[in-house]
Every structure is written in structure tokens, then in C-alpha cells.
């Protein structure tokens, strides 16, 4: 999870699909970004959208899968589905860029803490930052390239002293979700310009979410996602739970004779809390709209609320 936020820095979230043929983001928008107060059909007319598709929108606690007449604004969480040509054309109508990072500071020598450096040392400098003497001596060894530094990872002076304001991206990954939160918020106004948290507190999620955290990781979440996978039906390839959201993002796999191929989207009497953001054919992306027929052995991605699962179950079976 994140060493694919490190690729896409200019996104909360980020997933691959058909062998990152299409990929979905989630970004916030901000207050000077080009599409706000403008609808889904004001931007569709205005932009060159045929190669990404927003699939919806989380407004404070909601989650609204956008109709044409829906407008964007400001604090906006967007979830897309974007082809690599539409990459480019997608950041600049949400007012994002993606940076290179060059520089990462991570908080706590855990698991995730001591893989990402392992792998991330490679090609970054990297620096991390653990309380525990031993376990930084542990991890000196097994990191040849990365400098472990023993300190209170909550002393803002010690972050100062460490240069985290010149810093591509923060991760906090200590067992502790309030001090993740916290080292954060604080990294980010000292002008880190990407930060992650490890929320295992369900609760505080949504507080995280809203307090300026660039992107919230949470195992249950990441290990719930890939259980399911293998539990739902035969025809589903993929499937990922949305942290701070009840939505859920599918592939499938389109069987021969399925509901979804019995005409375009718009004529079929498919459930209004899902979604079909685009797919592959024969290996080729494709975005759908509302004049798109989906055919056998097709793969799509699907964007739903629970309560349209199992009507969407049968649409693809």
C-alpha cells in the first residue's frame, strides 16, 4: 500500500487494475482547484475526460455516487478511474501534481517502518526514527543505507533538528495511531508535502481523515480487502475496501451471457448506489459512459455502496 502511494504522490489512495492498465485515485480538492463549483457535465464538456471518469465523491460523512448535474467543491474527497494516457489530464483539472521523491522520514521501526526503507533506500535518502534503542541496532544492521536515529519520535525539535521540512514525504508507522496522527499534522506544517498515517482506531479515521493527512493506511482494512477476494464470487479478480468510507472498489471478470451484457449501461436497470468506471478489453483500457455494452470476457471496475452489492452480484453472474 505504500510503496504505491510513494509512485503517486499526488494521491490519498491509489490501485491498480488489469495489470495497471487502469488505475483508481482519490484526491482531495482543494479550494483553487480548476473544477470546483463546476458539474460532472460542465467539466466533461470543458476537459478532455475520455480517459478517466470520477465514480464518486465523499462529502463529510457521505459518499455520493455523482450524476451529471453534480457539482464538485472544495474539501471534496474525488475517487477516479483513469487510463495512464488520462494521468496527466486527470491532475490538472483537480489541481494535484505528482513529485519525485528523493527524501523520506519514517516514524517507527516496525514491519512496514524497516520494509518500506529496505526498499525505498535503494533510490532514496532515507531516515527513521524509533524509541527503542535495541531495536534500532537491530535495524542498523539489516538497513545499510538508511540512518536510524534512537528519539522520542512526539519531539517536535528532534523532527526540526533531523530536516524534516525538507523531507518529499513522512510516514508515521508507530503502534500508536494518536502519535501517528500527531507527528503528521506535525510534519505537515513544518511543509512536508505528502504525509501518511497507520490508523489501526477505526474511530479516528474519519477525524484523520479531515485534519489534513494526506493518506490514512490501516491493516484491517488492506487485510479485509484481500480475504474477501477470495470468499466472494468466482468472477470477482479484485476487490478493495476505501479507507474512512463503507464503498468498495471490484474488478470482474465478465462471464459469457452475463445481465451487464444485455445492452448499454443506460438501458440496463443497473443499481443507482454502483457504479461501472471503465475496464479492459482484450487488454485495451477503455472508460464507460452511459453508452457503453460491456461484452464477455471483459474486464470491469466496478465502484459500489453495500447497498447495491448483491443486486451488482448478479449483474456479473
Known sequence: EVLGLLQETGTTEYMEFSEGKLSMFVQRLEENAPIINKSLQEVSLTRKTDQYRAVAIKRYDKTIIPRGSEQFMAGDLVFVISTSEGIDEMMKSSGKESHEVNSIMILGGSRIGKHVALYMQKNCEVKLIDSDPERCEALAEILDNTLIINGDCRDAELLEQEGVSKMDVFIAVTGNSEI??????????????????????????????????????????????????????????????????????????????????????????????????????????????????????????????????????????
Open 180 to 317: 501517528n496522527i500527531l507527528s503528521c499534522l506535525l510534519a505537515k506544517r513544518m511543509g512536508v508535502k505528502k504525509t501518511i498515517a497507520e490508523v489501526e482506531n477505526m474511530e479516528y479515521i474519519n477525524l484523520a481523515e479531515n485534519s489534513g493527512i494526506d493518506t490514512i493506511i490501516n491493516k484491517k482494512l488492506a487485510a479485509a480487502s484481500r480475504i474477501f477476494r477470495h470468499t466472494t464470487s468466482l468472477n470477482v479478480t479484485q476487490v478493495r475496501y476505501m479507507t474512512g468510507t463503507d464503498a468498495e472498489i471490484l474488478e470482474f471478470n465478465v462471464p459469457p451471457n452475463a445481465r451487464i451484457t444485455r445492452g448499454t449501461l443506460r438501458s440496463l436497470d443497473f443499481p443507482k448506489d454502483a457504479i461501472v468506471g471503465g475496464g479492459t478489453r482484450e487488454g485495451v483500457p477503455f472508460i464507460a459512459t452511459g453508452d457503453t455494452i460491456i461484452k464477455a470476457n471483459d474486464k470491469v471496475v466496478v465502484f459500489t455502496l453495500p447497498s447495491a452489492y448483491d443486486r451488482l452480484i448478479k449483474f456479473f453472474t
